[in-house]
T-cell receptor, first 109, second 112 residues
Framework: RKEVEQDPGPFNVPEGATVAFNCTYS??????FFWYRQDCRKEPKLLMS???SGNEDGRFTAQLNRASQYISLLIRDSKLSDSATYLC??????????FGAGTRLTVKP | DAGITQSPRHKVTETGTPVTLRCHQT?????MYWYRQDPGHGLRLIHY???????DKGEVSDGYSVSRSKTEDFLLTLESATSSQTSVYFC???????????FGPGTRLTVL
């Protein structure tokens, strides 16, 4: 079993839609969680950190549920430019971070 | 964008040959990492460095070695490349061991 699991998708949604991704992690000792965005054939870029109390950045909301060991990402009012692969990451520190394989999102006109 | 470059960006080599990939940063960050990314697996840590000449193994270190003789450079060496090492290799940097990681543009390696 992978330490961090994500639904690979693809998620195909129309512009303006709200879409949510979940990610589960198996290591209960994990302390830090992130969502990265990766465009095709590019490097991952930090989208947002995930805090225990939940956090929001514009149209993006991230939440952490330690009891059930999952994190989520909600994207409201989807834009064409949101089309990318979203990577879920969790671990105790950077030398044991585990990356999910990614969830692919395509936003269509 | 973080000042990270990787070279070469693309390489095709043959099984059994040595290969060295270079990561160069201009941010003066203490931590540097090498990852590989394969379909269905996500990014996996190969080796990391927490200072000049201070390195340690990651999750998938077999067949790889690293060196860091200067703060700005972190080298990944495949002593004898195998086809299973065909992958995209990303370098990352961070100021501290729990800080956000910033990734380089990647090196696409094909071992025939």
């Amino acid at each position: 079993r992978k330490e961090v699991e994500q639904d690979p998708g693809p998620f195909n949604v129309p512009e303006g839609a709200t879409v949510a991704f979940n990610c589960t992690y198996s290591n209960s000792a994990s302390q830090s969680f992130f969502w990265y965005r990766q465009d095709c054939r590019k490097e991952p870029k930090l989208l947002m950190s995930v805090y225990s109390s939940g956090n929001e950045d514009g149209r993006f909301t991230a939440q952490l549920n330690r009891a059930s060991q999952y994190i989520s990402l909600l994207i409201r009012d989807s834009k064409l430019s949101d089309s990318a692969t979203y990577l879920c990451v969790g671990g105790r520190n950077n030398n044991d971070m585990r990356f999910g394989a990614g969830t692919r999102l395509t936003v269509k006109p | 964008d973080a000042g990270i470059t990787q070279s070469p960006r693309h390489k095709v080599t043959e099984t059994g040959t040595p290969v060295t990939l270079r990561c160069h940063q201009t941010e003066n960050h203490r931590y540097m990492y090498w990852y590989r990314q394969d379909p269905g697996h996500g990014l996996r840590l190969i080796h990391y460095s927490y200072g000049v000449k201070d390195t340690d193994k990651g999750e998938v270190s077999d067949g790889y070695s690293v060196s860091r003789s200067k703060t700005e450079d972190f080298l990944l060496t495949l002593e004898s490349a195998t086809s299973s090492q065909t992958s995209v290799y990303f370098c990352a940097i961070s100021p501290g061991g729990r800080d956000t990681q910033y990734f380089g543009p990647g090196t696409r390696l094909t071992v025939l």
